[in-house]
Nanobody, 124 residues
Framework: QVQLVESGGGLVQAGGSLRLSCAASGRTFSTPAMGWFRQAPGKEREFVAAISWIGGLTYYADSVEGRFTISRDNTKNTLCLQMNSLKPEDTAVYYC?????????????????WGQGTQVTVSS
C-alpha cells in the first residue's frame, strides 16, 4: 500500500507562485510514476503534470506547460509541483496520485493511489 499526503496549498494573487508537496509512504518502490491532477467546482478532474522514473519522462497539460514544474526526491519520497505565474483559472483542489503501471499517465484511471487534496485559490 501507498499513502499520499499533500501540502502547500493556499491563497495567492494572480502572477504569484506556490509550491505543492506530496509525501509518499509505504511500498513506494511499487509505484514507478506519480502525477498531479486538479478539480474545480462543477468540473471533472483534469490532468496537470506527471513524472515517471522509467525513462525519466515528464508530462504537462498544455494549460500549465512553461509555468509549472514537477519534480521528485527519491531519498525523501516526496513529489513536488512548483507553480509560477498563477492565473485565476488555476484555482482548484490539487490531488497527488501514484501509479503502479506508469503508462498512460495523462489518464485518471491509470492511478491507484490518491491523496486527499489541497486547495489552491488564485485571486484576480
Amino acid at each position: 500500500q501507498v499513502q499520499l499526503v499533500e501540502s502547500g496549498g493556499g491563497l495567492v494573487q494572480a502572477g504569484g507562485s506556490l509550491r505543492l508537496s506530496c509525501a509518499a509512504s509505504g511500498r513506494t518502490f511499487s509505484t514507478p510514476a506519480m502525477g498531479w491532477f486538479r478539480q474545480a467546482p462543477g468540473k471533472e478532474r483534469e490532468f496537470v503534470a506527471a513524472i515517471s522514473w522509467i525513462g525519466g519522462l515528464t508530462y504537462y497539460a498544455d494549460s500549465v506547460e512553461g509555468r509549472f514544474t514537477i519534480s521528485r526526491d527519491n531519498t525523501k519520497n516526496t513529489l513536488c509541483l512548483q507553480m509560477n505565474s498563477l492565473k485565476p483559472e488555476d484555482t482548484a483542489v490539487y490531488y497527488c496520485a501514484a501509479s503502479t503501471r506508469g503508462l498512460r499517465l495523462r489518464l485518471t484511471r491509470e492511478y491507484e493511489y490518491w491523496g486527499q487534496g489541497t486547495q489552491v485559490t488564485v485571486s484576480s
